[in-house]
C-alpha cells in the first residue's frame, strides 16, 4: 500500500557535529509527519559526525548517508544534497538546530493549504550551546514584507523553510558558489518569480545562534551584500529598490 502523502525531503549538511547531531537527528525522525526522508552529506568531518550518521542510518532506513571526499564548503555539499534528494518537497535543516514535532506537518499542511507560496518558513526561538532560551524571532509574515529584503536572520531563517518544489523548473534550485555568506539568501531570490514566500507564526525551530549576530554579518560584510544586490537585479529578475533592500542596515545606522 502506497503512502498518500509525498515524501520531504530534510537536508543536513554536516561538518564537525558530533556534539548536537544525535538531538538534531532524532528531531527529525521523530516528526509527526512521516514520509521523509533525512539525506545527510558529511563534508570530511575530523569528529565522530560521519560514525553518528551511519548509526542512525542502520535504524532507519529513511536515513541516507553520504561523505564528501575533501572538505567542499556549504554551497557545494547543499548542491550535492539536492541532487540526491527524491521529495516533492525539501526542506532544510542545521545541524545544531532542533525542529519541533510538528513542524514538517505543519508546513506541508500550509502549503496545501496555499498553492501560490512556494516557501514557507516558521519563527524560531534562539538558543545557547547549553540549550537556554535567549530570544526569538519576529519575521514578517507576510512575502511583501519577506520579499523587501530576503536575508538569512533578517526575514527569514531559511534553515526553518520548506520548499514546493513542485511549482520550481527544474533547475532552478541550486546553489551559488561564490555567494559567501549570503548562500541562502542568493538561492531564495531566484525562487521570487514562481512563488510568494510566507512565515507561519507558529515557533517551530529552535535555532542554536544568537540573533544578534545577524545584523553584524549583514554590516561586516556590506560589499558581499552590494554584490548580492547587483547579482539579483542581473539574473534573477528581482527588483528591489536599493534603500529597500538595504532598509534593516538604515533603520539601525
Known amino acids: 500500500m502506497s503512502n ?34 533525512i539525506v545527510a552529506i558529511d563534508d570530511k568531518s575530523s569528529d565522530k559526525s560521519y560514525k553518528l550518521l551511519n548509526q542512525f542510518k542502520k535504524k532507519d532506513k529513511r536515513v541516507r ?31 545544531n538546530d532542533i525542529s519541533s514535532l510538528n513542524r514538517i506537518k505543519k508546513q506541508y499542511k500550509f502549503l496545501i493549504n496555499n498553492p501560490g507560496i512556494v516557501a514557507v518558513g516558521s519563527q524560531c526561538t534562539f538558543i545557547n550551546e547549553k540549550d537556554k532560551k535567549i530570544g526569538k524571532s519576529d519575521f514578517p509574515p507576510y512575502h511583501d514584507l519577506i520579499a523587501q529584503n530576503p536575508l538569512h536572520g533578517i526575514s527569514m531563517q531559511f534553515e526553518t523553510v520548506l520548499i514546493n518544489k513542485m511549482i ?36 517551530l525551530h529552535y535555532h542554536r545562534n544568537d540573533p544578534k549576530i545577524y545584523l553584524s554579518d549583514v554590516k561586516r560584510n556590506i560589499i558581499s551584500l552590494i554584490k548580492l544586490w547587483l547579482r539579483s537585479t542581473s539574473l534573477y529578475d528581482y527588483q528591489p529598490p536599493l534603500r529597500t533592500f538595504f532598509s534593516t542596515i538604515i533603520k539601525t545606522a
Open 4 to 37: 498518500p502523502k509525498p515524501l520531504i525531503s530534510i537536508l543536513l549538511p554536516v561538518h564537525n557535529s558530533e556534539e548536537y547531531l544525535p538531538e538534531c537527528v532524532n528531531s527529525l525522525l521523530n516528526q509527526t509527519y512521516k514520509n521523509i526522508e
Open 168 to 203: 520550481l523548473p527544474k533547475d532552478v534550485l541550486r546553489f551559488t558558489t561564490n555567494s559567501k555568506p549570503f548562500v541562502y539568501s542568493d538561492l531564495f531570490m531566484k525562487l521570487l518569480p514562481f512563488g510568494k514566500f510566507a512565515n507561519m507564526e507558529d515557533f
Open 65 to 95: 548517508v553520504y561523505k564528501n571526499i575533501k572538505r567542499y564548503g556549504i554551497a557545494i555539499t547543499l548542491n550535492r544534497l539536492l541532487k540526491k534528494s527524491k521529495g516533492s518537497y525539501i526542506a532544510f535543516m542545521d545541524t
